[in-house]
């Protein structure tokens, strides 16, 4: 139970730090801001998805 809503709030802050960096990014190129955001972000759920697996060998 714990981790489904640790999952859920670490989605939450992940999608409200977008947000934010849609914000603050210049009109004329938003995705230099997003992309690096969205690779480490795939990069820490590939990581998480990772150590579960693992764990459950």
């Given at each position: 139970m714990s981790a489904a809503l640790a999952a859920i709030w670490f989605?939450?802050?992940a999608?409200?730090?977008a947000i934010g960096l849609l914000a603050i990014a210049p009109r004329w190129e938003p995705g230099q801001?997003?992309?690096p955001a969205a690779r480490t972000?795939?990069?820490v759920?590939?990581?998480a998805a990772y150590a579960a697996w693992l764990f459950t060998l």
């Open positions: 989605g939450f802050l999608l409200l730090a801001w997003l992309l972000l795939a990069l759920l590939a990581a």
